[in-house]
């Protein structure tokens, strides 16, 4: 992004954050000047009115530590969020992905711990789950910030508001290294196993990425009524053959942007968030790069018909036993304030990241939507009745990781190649089930 945008929204961070303090700072520290005996403004506050605040009128205590879980959490989000709650006049712990790394390590940690205040990022899967009970040691309180209409449909009302939208992308070179000016158009991601080009595919079950990638595959093939986890034999059939026929790069490639900078295959996925940065230093990692940001000069994203998988990391505040309504309030405040529409443009701009809150993303893009934000977004879909597809898979996606491990997709490399399943004689209630049940 603009360097100029980035000094613009410094300068954005340092009026909107300067009247917030912390009443335990001396006044020779505190950045908006006031003495110790000056109450500080409300850090991020919503109005006393504000819809749904579970604390009303009580006044927040600041020196409260704010016990956050997150899969948002790389070293440098941490360490950012951290610092700038803390000018803000906030004290907040959360742990990095060295400690916690990914959505069901957060979500894992945080009902065993039962210490939570706030939980942020996972997707529409995990807040299913968690909005609807499915953790027995995690309740999400009532609560709607000031910033609650900006954030279009990624909202669970009353409970949970989107943070960052991000989705899975299909991108193949049309140079040299790849189709030679030839366009791709599939109707359906899974059309990638016929397309006639190599393709990179992840090397393991797990993961946030490559679970959204499996998400994406599986869509053409939803079926409620198949017994092999609400999706149909052929799309089992078909992820199976994405998975023979693509290349790995076993751990020299965690996820397909470097395959493809390093022209190694023609087609492959990568995730919304940080692609633009990748590709402004695609020359550092290649002799070949992909060129063009804004602008794609030997790249493009694949036309799919059916749109994109799209996943949006929310904001809740969980209900924790013994906090008191004044600590509650200061969570609140917390909530209200890394949401606001000038922290998560910040927040964008450091980390790369598109903000659902619609006012942040004008101060991001002023001159309009990048194309990776306005594909079609089928995780929004309607598949089973009233069910989106975002929930289906919410519904099924132990089914799908119970049939991939058991059946042995994903192997690193061909000498550790499964055999291709007898699909016509399988067991799908025990392939269901975990490996020992």
Not at 318 to 339: C, I, M, S
Not at 374 to 384: E, R
Request: net charge negative.
């Amino acid at each position: 992004m603009k360097k100029t945008l980035a000094f613009l929204l410094a300068l954005v961070m340092v009026l909107s954050l300067a009247a917030c303090g912390n009443n335990d700072k001396p006044a020779e520290d505190n950045k908006s000047g006031q003495t110790d005996n000056q109450k500080p403004e409300e850090p991020g506050s919503a109005p006393d009115d504000a819809a749904g605040s579970s604390t009303g009128g009580v006044e927040p205590d600041y020196s409260y530590p704010i016990r956050i879980y997150s899969n948002s959490n790389s070293t440098e989000r941490t360490t950012w969020l951290i610092a700038e709650a803390k000018d803000a006049g906030f004290n907040i712990s959360i742990d990095d992905n060295s400690v916690i790394s990914g959505d069901t390590a957060a979500i894992q940690a945080a009902n065993e711990n039962k210490d939570g205040d706030l939980i942020f990022g996972l997707n529409e899967t995990r807040w299913s789950q968690l909005v609807d009970g499915t953790y027995e040691n995690l309740k999400i309180v009532d609560w709607t910030p000031s910033w609650a209409g900006d954030v279009g449909e990624y909202v669970y009302p009353g409970k949970a508001y989107g943070l960052v939208i991000q989705n899975v992308l299909m991108l193949y070179r049309n140079d040299e290294l790849g189709t030679n000016g030839q366009e791709l158009h599939f109707d359906h991601w899974a059309d990638i196993v016929d397309c006639g080009y190599s393709w990179y595919r992840q090397n393991k079950v797990g993961g946030t990425t490559n679970a959204n990638i499996n998400s994406a595959m599986l869509y053409a093939f939803v079926d409620p009524a198949s017994p092999a986890g609400g999706i149909s034999v052929d799309g089992w059939k078909t992820l199976w053959k994405y998975c023979e026929q693509g290349k790995s790069g076993g751990d020299d490639y965690k996820y397909g942007f470097d395959p493809l900078n390093k022209g190694d295959v023609q087609v492959s996925t990568f995730y919304s968030s940080s692609l633009y940065g990748k590709i402004d230093a695609a020359g550092e990692s290649s002799e070949k790069p992909l060129l063009g940001t804004m602008e794609p000069e030997n790249w493009a994203l694949v036309d799919i018909a059916d749109g994109t998988y799209y996943i949006a990391e929310y904001i809740g505040i969980l209900d924790k036993a013994g906090r008191t309504p004044e600590q509650t309030a200061a969570v609140e405040a917390f909530a209200e304030w890394f949401g606001s529409a000038d922290v998560q443009a910040a927040w964008g701009e450091e980390f790369d990241s598109y903000p659902c809150n619609t006012a942040s993303a004008a101060i991001l893009y002023p001159d309009g939507v990048p194309e990776i934000y306005t594909l079609k977004n089928f995780a929004l879909s309607k598949v089973d009745g009233d069910a989106t597809y975002a929930e289906y898979v919410a519904a099924h996606s132990s089914e799908w990781t119970n049939i991939m491990t058991n059946l042995g997709f994903y192997w690193a490399d061909a000498s550790g190649a499964a055999s291709e399943p007898d699909w016509d004689n399988l067991d799908w209630g025990t392939l269901t089930q975990s490996a020992g049940e």
